[in-house]
């Protein structure tokens, strides 16, 4: 009687750890038609999607290999990951070199204050100066930055076309006792019209330019949508020990994923509108197993999947899980290719797609 008391109850625990691992990763996948602004912690599962789905790839090896019964439980669970894990991961495919297009890069640059050590940068100055050289040899058609920071404010557009003598520059900044920042679109066409969505309660933005290239008239956003404002190391330190900071972390997460959602809808009502086609780039600050996400693809192609490969990762912290910066562009375009640079000037990395405008 005791030896089967030592059997049922391994067999109870392995049956709990499959179900809940699948219950997860199946409440990760609803995370794309929740509203977060209704029920705020369904994000979390979202962000959670990568994670979730190695251990239940782990759980179902471990209960084949047992020739358990068990393992329909997270089989089940990995069946519609088929269908999302295209947004994380590319295989490697042959780039069209003839084919023409215009080159679009999406970089939030992080106030050039978030350099990783060891990179041979010195300061915020030197940072901003990498980062200056790097957009130069890019030789991108359209560049979007965002958290672009100045440090004076009276002189902006000077100073970019100092910097950047081959591209028009339209921008919006927020201007503090330290200095301004915001986003700034540059591009080697010339502007049709411009306009901006200044967020409520909110210190992040979005703005977007017309161009008219070789006759086809397009706008270009330039998004930023609202961060979580948490330092992880800071978070793991005080995981357990620190109530305090813990229930401060809590509201800003809440706060954050609850105001994207209505960012979100600003932007999408103005593209309604436009009556021409619209390419959105920008730090969304969420993963592909979002409702944001969902929402700004929806009628568009996402140039990584359609032609990145590897990890599309574009957040350093948490590597290779996070991919929160995009080009989105109409279906009746093309990419040509995408390419995510793995530069250390930021705790986002620049992301360049060659798109075919038809």
Not at 128 to 153: G, M, T
């Amino acid at each position: 009687m005791r030896i089967g008391k030592k059997r049922l109850f391994p067999r109870i625990t392995r049956r709990v750890l499959m179900t809940g691992s699948a219950g997860l990763l199946m409440l990760s996948y609803l995370s794309t038609v929740i509203d977060p602004a209704k029920v705020w912690f369904m994000t979390i599962f979202g962000l959670l999607f990568l994670p979730l789905l190695i251990l239940n790839l782990v759980l179902l090896i471990w209960a084949v290999l047992r020739r358990s019964g068990f393992f329909l439980i997270p089989f089940l669970a990995l069946l519609p990951a088929v269908f999302f894990i295209k947004w994380y991961f590319r295989f490697p495919c042959v780039e069209r070199q003839d084919t023409e297009g215009i080159s679009i890069m999406s970089y939030n640059v992080g106030r050039f204050s978030l350099y990783k050590k060891g990179c041979g940068i010195s300061g915020q100055d030197d940072c901003a100066d990498s980062v200056f050289s790097f957009i130069r040899k890019s030789d991108a058609d359209i560049i979007s930055l965002q958290e672009f920071y100045i440090s004076d404010d009276s002189g902006i557009r000077s100073f970019l076309k100092k910097k950047f003598p081959e591209y028009n520059a339209e921008y919006f900044m927020y201007v503090n006792k330290n200095g301004c920042y915001g986003n700034v679109t540059l591009s080697r066409f010339p502007v049709a019209g411009k306009g901006k969505f200044v967020f409520d309660k909110s210190s992040n933005l979005a703005i977007y330019t017309d161009y008219d290239i070789k006759g086809t008239r397009i706008r270009v956003y330039d998004c930023h949508f609202e961060s979580y404002n948490i330092s992880l190391s800071r978070l793991a330190k005080a995981f357990g020990k620190d109530d305090q900071f813990m229930k401060e972390t809590e509201t800003k997460m809440h706060n954050s994923i609850t105001r994207r959602p209505k960012q979100v809808d600003e932007v999408l009502s103005d593209i309604r509108d436009c009556p021409i086609g619209a390419i959105v780039t920008g730090d969304f600050n969420d993963n592909p197993l979002s409702y944001t996400y969902n929402r700004l693809s929806r009628g568009r192609k996402d140039s990584f999947v359609e032609a990145g490969s590897g990890m599309g990762a574009t957040y350093s912290v948490l590597r290779p899980f996070l991919r929160i910066d995009y080009i989105l562009f109409p279906v009746n375009y093309s990419a040509v290719n995408h390419h995510v640079i793995y530069k250390p000037y930021s705790d986002h990395y620049p992301i360049i797609a060659k798109i075919g405008i038809k």
